[in-house]
């Protein structure tokens, strides 16, 4: 079962940029589509971005379009580049990932929390 490990989240001040990196506990993460997702106080979670198993497309959320960027390296991480933070972007930020077959991501990450200061 692929396993998944956020970092890189912390305190910024708005406009400012953080990196996330999302790793894989194996391999197979290479066939997986991955995603991100982010949960804000109060709502309900919602899709940031997503990349192909092979990274040949992405799509991201009108809300981070032109600021964020997914890409992955090796076999094992996934980034999500964040520039031009906005208070709103605040919200704990979650990996997830699926078999290219699927609609639904199945596998999830514990989260890690994102905030921006005004």
């Known amino acids: 079962q692929v396993q998944l490990v956020e970092s890189g989240g912390g305190l910024v001040q708005a406009g400012g940029s953080l990196r996330l990196s999302c790793a894989a506990s194996e391999r197979t993460f290479m066939n997986y589509d991955m995603g991100w997702f982010r949960r804000a106080p109060g709502k309900e979670r919602e899709f940031v971005a997503r990349i192909a198993w092979n990274g040949g497309s992405t799509y991201y959320a009108d809300s981070v379009k032109g600021r964020f960027t997914i890409s992955r390296e090796n076999a094992k991480t996934v980034y999500l580049q964040m520039n031009s933070l906005k208070s709103e972007d605040t919200a704990v930020y979650y990996c997830?990932?699926?078999?290219?077959?699927?609609?639904?991501?199945?596998?999830w990450g514990q989260g890690t929390q994102v905030t921006v200061s005004s």
């Open positions: 997830a990932a699926k078999r290219p077959s699927q609609s639904t991501f199945d596998y």
